[in-house]
C-alpha cells in the first residue's frame, strides 16, 4: 500500500451503517484504509431512518412543507456521522464529523433536490492537519442564506463525489450492499452479473433509468472532474468491484450493458390543446418554474380537429404538482381534461454500442409482445431504449428482456 498526502473518499450507505454492529465493521475498513493515506468518509443515515422521518412528517401532513422535511431528514446524516466518529475516536483514531453546514457544501434554494453549487475545502484542509479521518454528513446541504437543504433520494453518493473533486481526492468508492455495477438489480433479477468495469456514460443512463445503485448527480460530477469512482461492497472489502471508466474513447465492447426498471414514475397528459406555436412552450416553462423535471414529452396530434394531447412522465413525487400547474393552465390555454396515471414503470435497455444497430427496437418490443405486456410509451436515444408499461408488469418485462438480450453472458 502506498501512502498519499491526498485524500480518499469512501461513502457507506445505509445499510452498511444499519446499527452499531455495522458502524464498528465500518470503523474496522477505515483503521484498515488509514495506511494508504487520510480518509475522508462519507455517510447516509441508519437503515430506513430517511423513510421513517417521510412517514412521521407525513402523519402530521399528507402534503409536508418543503422547508421544513429538510430540517427533519437532514436529522438522519447528523446521526450516523456522530457515531461512526465516536467509534473511531475510542479506538483511537483522530476523527472528526461535519455537517454539510460545518464543511460549507452550498445549494441552490431547492428544498428537497437541490444541487450542490459551491463547496468549501479550508473546514476540511485545516482538519486534515490534526485528523486523520474526516466524516461528512452525506445528502445535506446549506443555501447561501443558511437554509438547511437535501439532494434528493439516494443523495449522499453526490456528497462523496462532490467532495472527492473538491479535494482531488486519490479515489471514490461507494460501499453499499452488493458487489458493484450488475446488468440488472441483483435483487430482483438474480442471473444478473456483475460488471468489472462500465462506462460513465451508461451508468449515468442506468442511473438516471432507475438503477438505485448510485445516484444520477453523482455520475454526472465524477464525469465533470475526473473522478476515479469504484462502487465496492461493505461486506467484502477486499473484492474490487465495479470501476466506472471514461469509456468515451474505448472502443465499444458491448453491444448492451443493462436493464433498469424505474416504478417512482408516473405519466401525465393534458388533451385538447390547441395545435399552435408556443403552447407546448408554455406547459413546460409553466412546470419547470415548479422545479419539476419531466420526461419522455410526447404529442399526439389530431390533425383535423387541431388539437393535439401532451403526455410526459415526471416522478411519482411530482404529480399532484404537476396536475395542479396543468389545471391552471387548462382555461388559458383552452385546452382539455388533465390526467394521471401513477401505476406504471419505466422498463430500459441501455447499452454504448445500441447506436445504429438495426434490429434491437425491434427485438424489445417483440419480448413484450410475446409477454402480452402492453407498451404505453416508447423513448430512444443513441445508448438507451426505454418503454412504460403497468407497474404491475415491469419486472416482468425487465427479467424478460433481460434473458432474451442474454445479459447474463456479457
Ligand atoms: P445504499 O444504501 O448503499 O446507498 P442503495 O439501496 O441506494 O444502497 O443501492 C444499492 C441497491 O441498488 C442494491 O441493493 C440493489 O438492489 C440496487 N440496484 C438496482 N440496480 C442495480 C444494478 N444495476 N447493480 C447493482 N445494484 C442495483
Ligand atoms: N439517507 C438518504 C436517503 O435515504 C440519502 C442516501 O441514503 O443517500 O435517501
Ligand atoms: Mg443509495
Do not use: W
Amino acid at each position: 500500500m502506498t501512502t498519499s498526502n491526498q485524500p480518499s473518499v469512501l461513502k457507506f450507505g445505509g445499510t452498511s451503517v444499519k446499527n452499531i454492529a455495522r458502524i464498528q465493521h465500518v470503523a474496522e475498513i477505515v483503521k484498515q484504509r488509514l495506511p494508504a493515506g487520510p480518509l475522508i468518509v462519507v455517510l447516509s443515515a441508519m437503515g430506513d431512518t430517511t423513510d421513517y422521518l417521510i412517514k412521521l412528517a407525513r402523519q402530521c401532513a399528507p402534503t409536508p412543507d418543503k422547508r421544513e422535511l429538510d430540517s427533519l431528514l437532514s436529522t438522519g446524516e447528523q446521526i450516523s456521522i456522530a457515531l461512526l466518529s465516536i467509534v473511531l475516536r475510542s479506538m483511537d483514531i483522530r476523527a472528526k464529523s461535519f455537517t454539510a453546514y460545518q464543511v460549507g457544501i452550498f445549494t441552490e434554494t431547492v428544498f428537497n433536490k437541490a444541487r450542490i453549487i459551491d463547496l468549501k475545502t479550508e473546514a476540511l484542509q485545516e482538519a486534515l492537519k490534526d485528523n486523520d479521518v474526516l466524516i461528512v454528513a452525506g445528502f445535506q446541504g446549506i443555501t447561501r442564506s443558511g437554509e438547511i437543504t437535501t439532494l434528493g433520494r439516494g443523495g449522499s453518493d453526490t456528497t462523496a463525489v462532490a467532495l472527492a473533486a473538491a479535494m482531488n481526492a486519490q479515489v471514490c468508492d461507494i460501499f453499499t450492499d452488493v458487489d458493484g455495477i450488475y446488468t440488472a438489480d441483483p435483487n430482483a433479477i438474480p442471473k444478473a452479473r456483475l460488471l468489472s468495469t462500465i462506462s460513465y456514460e451508461e451508468v449515468l443512463e442506468m442511473a438516471r433509468l432507475g438503477a438505485q445503485v448510485i445516484h444520477p448527480r453523482a455520475v454526472e460530477l465524477g464525469r465533470q472532474y475526473g473522478v476515479k469512482l469504484r462502487v465496492r461492497n461493505t461486506f467484502k472489502p477486499e473484492h474490487p468491484g465495479t470501476t466506472i471508466h471514461g469509456g468515451k474513447d474505448l472502443e465499444i465492447y458491448r453491444t448492451v450493458s443493462g436493464v433498469a426498471v424505474d416504478k417512482d414514475q408516473a405519466r401525465v397528459a393534458i388533451m385538447d390543446v390547441p395545435d399552435q406555436p408556443g403552447v407546448a412552450a408554455k406547459i413546460m416553462r409553466a412546470l419547470a418554474d415548479k422545479n419539476i423535471v419531466t420526461d419522455m414529452i410526447m404529442q399526439a396530434v389530431h390533425p383535423s380537429l387541431g388539437l393535439n394531447n401532451v403526455t410526459f412522465t415526471v416522478h411519482e413525487t411530482d404529480v399532484e404538482e404537476s396536475v395542479s400547474v396543468l389545471r391552471d393552465l387548462k382555461t388559458q390555454l383552452r385546452a382539455g381534461e388533465v390526467l394521471a396515471d401513477a401505476d406504471i414503470a419505466k422498463v430500459s435497455l441501455i447499452g454504448a454500442g445500441m447506436v445504429g444497430q438495426p434490429g434491437i427496437a425491434a427485438k424489445f418490443f417483440e419480448i413484450l409482445g410475446e409477454a402480452g405486456i402492453n407498451i404505453k410509451m416508447i423513448a430512444t436515444s443513441e445508448m438507451k431504449l426505454t418503454c412504460v408499461v403497468s407497474r404491475d408488469d415491469a419486472q416482468r418485462a425487465a427479467k424478460l428482456i433481460h434473458d432474451g438480450f442474454e445479459l447474463d453472458k456479457v
